[in-house]
DNA sequence: GCGCAATGGTTGAAGCGTCAAGTGTTCCGG
DNA sequence: CCGGAACACTTGACGCTTCAACCATTGCGC
């Protein structure tokens, strides 16, 4: 009873599979190579250099990177071992640890921008036509309605703001 | 000089990023719950199932699952243990070895299929007006040219056929 | 207040991917 | 043909993610 997929339809998915496939890999190296940061990394600082104070909880950093704790924990770890994250115990809740982001990790991050920005354009917005990229945000939030109902990974975002990729 | 993005481009960007952060772990999640085979196993076992005598050389099943030979050559000795696929010289080659799926493969493949094309409609397809679906080949498609120019990881699916995702 | 579940986070071992180095073929110039 | 370069992998060590177990703090029922 398996409804398969059309040619249309498996056409579309084959290559929004390749493209999920693809993508990451092309962030990386360009990060990896100009920045010495894994995407995550950067995806993790760039999440607190937009928090207020440059501060963010474990628990809501790992919501908007869609990480678990462990895995954060042991991220942020190693950005303490560089210098470019601190961990401060939270005083309004002594379970809680907050990720305060360094002088030198906002720095870092200032530095990576650019980069990763340019590398944006280069592999996804310059190659859509202006209403393909409308398109692409209507698309995406859809399939982003199954995939993340509450908008965890959106939420800094949601709101209209001036900010960086 | 870096160009930022637009509002309208950072929506379209943070989606995009949400989706391929999200759809990976979705998929994985489906395929390891129900079927105990990861994502990519799944789709090293696929495109074999698809391949004439279900069997491919390394280097062709690498291009393919965008894997290098090494992450491959490690993944078919696991599904070799689990008994799904065999490794077999190339009578053609005698520096080549082909994948085999084996009986057991074959099977394990059609019983993860429905269920993961399924997961495929719930998450992505079914959440797309049907013009939208088409949007997305193009717009995937263009993204892919940047990507993957020489097409390596659609190619079994570029000419027309039937075939399940 | 007291006991106990829930919350917030850390840790260590195990598993998977990557990278560098290695083995054995095949191709090819001379 | 003979030697070296290129090719097709394989292997082992290291790094990152996951998973399960753990500890400390907080909230809550009574």
Redesign the pocket.
Known sequence: MTRWLTEDELQAWVRLVAVVELLPGSLEQQLRRDSGL?H?EYYVMAMLSEAPERRL???ALAARSN????????????LEDRGLVE?AP?PA?????NAVLTEAGWRAVEAAAPGHVEQVRRTVLDALEPQQVDQLRAIAGAILDRLDPDGVMTAPYSRPQGQRA
Chains 1, 2 share one sequence.
């Open positions: 894994s995550f909880r474990m628990t990480a678990t704790l462990s895995r954060l924990s042991h991220v942020v770890s190693r961990r939270c809740d002594g379970r809680a640890t």
